[in-house]
């Protein structure tokens, strides 16, 4: 992967890494690659099938067939579940926790791993997710973990749940939420959210995004020009 530039960004749900790593990518003029879309279509793809998300038995005998590809047009990536563009029904509370559920099981992350690092292969990229830094792209030398108080990301996915049309979703059951994916995806046994030793902390919490995008920038450059 020495070839391509690869920047893997890892951090707990609404710590503004999509946000992120969708600028340093616009700014760098290279794909941006939103890992936890690809996790949220295989909860997508359970669902249809009628496979609980922690029935693991149930997720290895479908995974088969998942047919999960990401593609870019006008307006930024979009992803494809056996064909057919899902992209905007998959930002759901109930497909994150699912998202998380799933993720738990080696098959589903061993399938998604390595779609994600056939794209790292493939182009100079942006990756965001829970085990970039340690598992996709663990030999890239652009890491960063990104996080965030959970009040403040919990007003953050409030606004963006607002911003689409949700107006039934309470603060208090928002930050529930987070905590609770936040609990399942750093004690999940295989491949737990963790922040790499040698990735870069970037707390948002007191930050705008073109702050953080200058402090990931910098950074980014710095390391190029040694």
Do not use: W
């Not at 996709?136 to 959970?150: I, Q, R």
């Not at 409030?158 to 994916?181: I, M, N, P």
């Not at 702050?211 to 910098?218: D, K, R, S, T």
């Amino acid at each position: 992967m020495d070839e391509h530039l690869n920047i893997a960004i890892d951090g707990p749900a609404g710590a503004g890494k999509s946000t992120l790593a969708k600028g340093i990518a616009k700014r760098l003029n290279i794909r941006y690659l939103d890992t936890g879309a690809m996790y949220r279509a295989m909860a997508m793809y359970a669902q249809k099938k009628g496979v609980a998300f922690a029935d693991e038995a149930g997720i290895e005998r479908i995974i088969g067939g998942a047919d999960i590809r990401v593609v870019y047009d006008g307006r930024g990536q979009r992803v494809l579940l056996g064909g057919e563009d899902v992209t905007d029904g998959l930002r759901t509370e109930a497909l994150s926790m699912g998202a998380s559920s799933v993720s738990k099981h080696p098959c589903v992350r061993k399938k998604l791993a390595e779609l994600q690092r056939e794209v790292g292969r493939q182009y100079d990229v942006v990756m965001d997710g829970r085990d970039i830094t340690t598992n996709v792209l663990p030999h890239t030398k652009h890491k960063f973990y990104v996080t965030a108080s959970p009040e403040e990301r919990a007003n953050r996915r409030l606004k963006e749940l607002r911003a689409r049309g949700d107006e039934t979703e309470t603060y208090e059951h928002v930050l529930e939420e987070l905590k609770k994916r936040d609990h399942q995806d750093s004690t999940r046994a295989f491949m737990p959210l963790k922040k790499a030793d040698d990735a870069m902390l970037v707390d948002t919490t007191a930050l705008s995004i073109e702050q953080a995008i200058e402090l990931v920038m910098n950074a980014i450059a710095e390391k190029e020009a040694r």
